[in-house]
């Protein structure tokens, strides 16, 4: 319910949005400032770097979207994807996103978030280079995302659509989940339960 309601505020009243977003940031550091920056990562698969989106240039942050073929983004809409947007992000203090970072060649190799409400909540999403997939990063930055939200002591969220087989599988592939509704167009809204 609160989900469907922040999607319609989103689409249909940005500048209302705007408001929420900013006294949301304002209150989740407030309740969770101090956890966040007390967060340490163990799930950073081999060869790999993570860093905080707030460390790495907008600039490769766009160019990493602009990288991604149009498929990628059929269920993944999270926010706009032009710099203005990515440094806004930056400073969001309850947008705690990721960046996985090749350590052969510096490349991005894939984004993960947890975008976080001061209620307790955190909602995942992740998308992975496309020249990166399949090798199960999708699956650990899930696993990443995990212990950072379950690390500051969120309940966390996701909703993917069963068409989306990969997300759907490195979804369960990396933890216990919970149906909370079965949504339209074959979306499911998950609660990822703790191991
Ligand atoms: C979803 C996504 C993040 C998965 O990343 P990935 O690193 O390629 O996935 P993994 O290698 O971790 O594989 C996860 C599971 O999906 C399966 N899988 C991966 N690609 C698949 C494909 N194209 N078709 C069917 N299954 C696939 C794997 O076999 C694995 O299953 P298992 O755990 O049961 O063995 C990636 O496809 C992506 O970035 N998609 C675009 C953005 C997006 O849709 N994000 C999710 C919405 S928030």
């Given at each position: 319910?609160?989900?469907?309601?922040?999607?319609?505020?989103?689409?249909?009243?940005?500048?209302?949005?705007?408001?929420?977003?900013?006294?949301?940031?304002?209150?989740?550091?407030?309740?969770?400032?101090?956890?966040?920056?007390?967060?340490?990562?163990?799930?950073?698969?081999?060869?790999?770097?993570?860093?905080?989106?707030?460390?790495?240039?907008?600039?490769?942050?766009?160019?990493?979207?602009?990288?991604?073929?149009?498929?990628?983004?059929?269920?993944?809409?999270?926010?706009?994807?032009?710099?203005?947007?990515?440094?806004?992000?930056?400073?969001?203090?309850?947008?705690?996103?990721?960046?996985?970072i090749d350590k052969l060649n510096g490349q991005i190799a894939?984004?993960?978030?947890?975008?976080?409400?001061?209620?307790?909540?955190?909602?995942?999403?992740?998308?992975?280079?496309?020249d990166?997939?399949?090798?199960?990063?999708?699956?650990?930055?899930?696993?990443?995302?995990?212990?950072?939200?379950?690390?500051?002591?969120?309940?966390?969220?996701?909703?993917?659509?069963?068409?989306?087989?990969?997300?759907?599988?490195?979804?369960?592939?990396?933890?216990?989940?919970?149906?909370?509704?079965?949504?339209?167009?074959?979306?499911?809204?998950?609660?990822?339960?703790?191991?």
């Amino acid at each position: 319910m609160l989900y469907k309601l922040a999607h319609i505020i989103k689409d249909r009243f940005p500048f209302v949005w705007d408001v929420v977003e900013k006294v949301n940031e304002w209150l989740f550091v407030m309740r969770y400032g101090r956890k966040t920056k007390r967060i340490t990562v163990k799930a950073v698969p081999d060869g790999y770097e993570l860093k905080h989106l707030r460390d790495v240039p907008a600039e490769r942050i766009e160019a990493f979207f602009a990288h991604q073929p149009k498929e990628a983004f059929s269920y993944f809409r999270p926010h706009p994807f032009d710099k203005k947007s990515i440094v806004r992000l930056q400073k969001n203090g309850s947008y705690l996103a990721y960046l996985l970072i090749d350590k052969l060649n510096g490349q991005i190799a894939g984004y993960c978030f947890n975008r976080c409400f001061f209620q307790g909540r955190g909602f995942r999403g992740r998308m992975v280079d496309i020249d990166y997939r399949g090798k199960r990063l999708g699956t650990a930055m899930n696993r990443i995302l995990n212990e950072v939200g379950f690390g500051i002591g969120l309940r966390l969220f996701e909703s993917v659509s069963k068409d989306n087989v990969a997300s759907y599988r490195s979804a369960l592939s990396a933890s216990n989940v919970r149906v909370v509704e079965e949504m339209d167009n074959h979306e499911l809204f998950l609660e990822i339960l703790p191991d």
